[in-house]
């Protein structure tokens, strides 16, 4: 009987072979925002905390939170609770059985990567 050269192939489509689409791309963005979000969440608290604790420690916390490293964080956090509500909204109207071909589904990507954007610029104009 003659051999079978078997060709090694990978058991699952990886990265290599598949380029990134749109809706991969803002699920995962989706995703990383959320966990994102908990750093803010914890600054926020420690500077509440040390607010509450005494003078000294409140002047550090606030000196780290009106640090440039602070507003950088705030301002990914607000960029990322817009995006995040509005991807939100987006899994909303596909639970309705709407949007889910791909053509609406790539232009409701780009409304809430676009979207995300203008709103974080409009807040922080209006703050």
């Not at 040390?50 to 990914?76: E, H, K, N």
């Not at 817009?82 to 059985?97: K, S």
């Amino acid at each position: 009987m003659a051999e079978v050269k078997r060709v090694v192939r990978p058991l699952s489509p990886h990265l290599q072979i598949y380029r990134p689409q749109l809706t991969s791309i803002t699920s995962i963005l989706t995703r990383i925002t959320g966990n994102g979000l908990i750093v803010a969440v914890i600054l926020a608290v420690w500077w509440l905390l040390a607010a509450a604790t005494g003078p000294a420690y409140f002047a550090v916390a606030d000196g780290f939170v009106r640090s440039w490293f602070g507003d950088l964080i705030f301002f990914f956090s607000l960029l990322g609770v817009w995006y995040h509500y509005l991807a939100g909204l987006r899994h909303l109207y596909f639970d309705a059985g709407k949007g889910l071909d791909i053509p609406t589904a790539e232009k409701l990507g780009w409304a809430i990567l676009i979207g995300s954007v203008v709103l974080t610029v409009l807040t922080l104009i209006i703050i």
